[in-house]
């Protein structure tokens, strides 16, 4: 089945500054690559996404690229601002199937 | 997106009690739902997969007597504790969609 390692685990930056989330997957077929945003207490919020046959999105301050033959994906988030401090989840996922999540990234943004 | 609502968001019970958890797609017709766990600091783990008028799919350690899924319309679905025990102390998460999955705000049990 799918494996999805995500790296860091923790990330601090000053406001302002970017930052950068990775992901790798383990699955060739997976065509489905979504992030979601957690803040504490609440469920799951998805920020953007993209499939397979994209190599980049951008929507405002965040993009996400895809590397297919390398099987990686990252999130970055430019002009970090306070509000963006929350866990966040890569996830993929193939065809009809279930999603498979990373461990999360906890980020946060120092005034 | 979907939205989505979760009720209770907080419920305390005693061991051995059953715990009812209800998950509403309100603006979305969800032939599936999917029922999520989630431990502190931990990531997100699919526990089943809720078919309206049909049975459950549970992953595989998930115990289908232990977790009840009922889905009898496309826009409830709801998981059953059973015989809870404080080891199922955690924060239970609904979605609904295939592709582009929406979640809930999230139900935070704890068993006592």
């Known amino acids: 089945g799918e494996n999805v390692e995500q790296h860091p685990s923790t990330l601090s930056v000053q406001e302002g500054d970017s930052a950068v989330i990775k992901c790798t997957y383990s699955?060739?077929?997976?065509?489905?690559f979504p992030w979601y945003k957690q803040e504490l207490g609440k469920g799951p919020q998805l920020i953007i996404d993209i499939r397979s046959n994209v190599g980049e999105k951008k929507d405002q301050r965040i993009a996400v690229t895809l590397n297919k033959t390398a099987k990686h994906f990252s999130l970055h988030i430019t002009e970090t601002q306070p509000e963006d401090s929350a866990v966040y989840f890569c996830?993929?996922?193939?065809?009809?199937?279930?999603?498979?999540f990373g461990q999360g990234t906890r980020l946060t943004i120092n005034p | 997106g979907a939205v989505v609502s979760q009720h209770p968001s907080r419920v305390i019970c005693k061991s051995g009690t059953s715990v009812k958890i209800e998950c509403r797609s309100l603006d979305f017709q969800a032939t599936t739902m999917f029922w999520y766990r989630q431990f502190p600091k931990q990531s997100l783990m699919l526990m089943a997969t809720?078919?309206?008028?049909?049975?459950?799919?549970?992953e595989q350690g998930v115990e289908k007597d232990k977790f009840l899924i009922n889905h009898a319309s496309l826009t409830l679905s709801t998981l059953t504790v059973t015989s809870a025990h404080p080891e199922d102390s955690s924060f239970y998460i609904c979605?609904?969609?295939?592709?582009?999955?929406?979640f809930g705000p999230g139900t935070r049990l704890t068993v006592t």
């Open positions: 809720s078919n309206e008028g049909s049975k459950a799919t549970y």
């Open positions: 979605s609904v969609g295939q592709y582009e999955q929406y």
């Open positions: 699955d060739s077929a997976s065509n489905y």
């Open positions: 996830a993929a996922i193939q065809g009809a199937q279930k999603l498979v």
